[in-house]
């Protein structure tokens, strides 16, 4: 499943050894890369795997008894191909700033060590902190349990599948982690990429608005991963059980948000900047023009005011192209689409456990 070769792989191999050695690969990137190597399509991989979680999942959270109801299903599908998925929107966006970072390259002020540098730990998760999140995933993982027993979804379970299902919660909660660190490091490398940007060309948004690819990528995934979590909360759960799940999407919701824009405050400064020095160059060339039309049918020279006409015809329409230029990598509708996505689950949530509380519901 090995993908083709990108321009900021080729930057990561020409880093010097011991350069590109201070930043040890996690098991996340060892897993991925494991994972691409395989023959085939490596979505198809990811999809197999999920089918195996969903099938681990069933067997550490199957009902004791009696028919599943469309509770326990939707939580065993959901957190079975829970962690494929995050492994796969990590995989996606791993490849999404390689290809990013290579078309922004040779708009950047740095030298090729740097470049590599920055190429590589764009893409990986660092072994030392995944080991840390791992380790704060296992410890946590029983806190729900002591507290909430019946939300947890262990009352019944042997000791084998209590001991199974605390290995792969632990395993979903890890995965999710690592995911949160990988995306806020991703994208403050990508903010502090766009500070080393050299001169810039308003029209060549390959280059300019590469990375929004990766926000985009970063804040809808979270989204789609986190949201049907808050559908499937137990009837039984308690409120600590509750406010912990909604805390849970909350936390998503504000490193959603916070993907999708603050990463691009400084592509969108430069571009702003860069649009008013061009408005004011051609600002200052109509003013010039206009003169020159004016001298012209002064001295009633028709063939001047034509050519000067034409001139600032041209100007005016440049000067109409470069307002035009997005400063910010998406629309207004995009925006206004985004925190519809944020907001509209949770109030569709609010209003199927209130009012579904509520007398006659």
Same mark, same amino acid.
């Given at each position: 499943m090995a993908d083709v070769t990108h321009s900021s792989d080729l930057a990561i191999a020409a880093a010097p050894a011991s350069h590109a050695a201070s930043? $040890?690969? !996690?098991? *996340?990137?060892?897993?991925?890369?494991? %994972?691409? #190597? @395989? =023959?085939? =399509? +490596?979505?198809l991989a990811y999809l197999v795997g999920a089918g195996l979680g969903i099938a681990l999942a069933y067997v550490t959270g199957r009902p004791s008894g009696g028919d599943m109801t469309s509770f326990e299903l939707g939580s065993i599908l959901y957190y079975g191909a829970l962690p494929g998925a995050v492994l796969y929107l990590i995989h996606r966006l791993d490849r999404t700033a390689g290809e990013a970072f290579a078309a922004i390259r040779p708009t950047l002020s740095v030298d090729d060590t740097e470049a590599a540098d920055l190429a590589r730990r764009l893409t990986i998760v660092p072994a030392r902190t995944a080991l840390i999140l791992t380790v704060i995933a296992i410890a946590l993982g029983p806190v729900g349990y002591i507290t909430d027993p019946v939300g947890s979804g262990i009352v019944g379970l042997s000791p084998a599948l209590l001991v199974a299902r605390f290995v792969w919660e632990s395993f979903i909660s890890a995965t999710f982690l690592i995911l949160f660190y990988h995306s806020f490091r991703q994208l403050r490398l990508v903010d502090r990429m766009h500070g080393k940007l050299g001169a810039i060309d308003l029209f060549d948004h390959g280059s300019l608005y590469g990375f929004s690819r990766v926000t985009s990528q970063t804040a809808i995934g979270l989204i789609i991963l986190a949201v049907p979590g808050i559908f499937l909360i137990p009837e039984g759960a308690g409120a600590g059980f509750l406010i912990i799940s909604l805390s849970w999407y909350? +936390?998503? +919701?504000? *490193? /959603?948000?916070?993907?999708?824009? @603050? =990463?691009l405050r400084g592509i969108h400064d430069a571009v702003v900047a860069e649009k008013r020095r061009v408005? #004011?160059?051609?600002?200052?060339? %109509?003013?010039? #023009? %206009?003169?020159a039309i004016q001298r012209a049918v002064d001295a009633g020279d028709d063939a001047a005011v034509e050519s000067q006409n034409r001139a600032l015809s041209t100007?005016? !329409? /440049?000067?109409?192209?470069?307002?035009?230029?997005? +400063? &910010? =990598? &998406?629309?207004? $509708?995009s925006l206004t689409g985004f925190v519809t996505a944020l907001v509209l689950p949770v109030a569709l949530f609010l209003i199927q456990r209130f009012l579904g509380d509520a007398p006659g519901g």
């Open positions: 930043y $040890g690969r !996690s098991w *996340v990137n060892v897993l991925n890369d494991r %994972i691409e #190597a @395989l =023959p085939g =399509p +490596a979505f909350g +936390a998503v +919701a504000v *490193v /959603a948000l916070a993907a999708f824009v @603050l =990463p408005l #004011a160059d051609l600002g200052r060339r %109509i003013s010039v #023009a %206009i003169g100007l005016v !329409s /440049a000067r109409e192209v470069v307002h035009r230029v997005p +400063a &910010w =990598p &998406w629309s207004t $509708g």
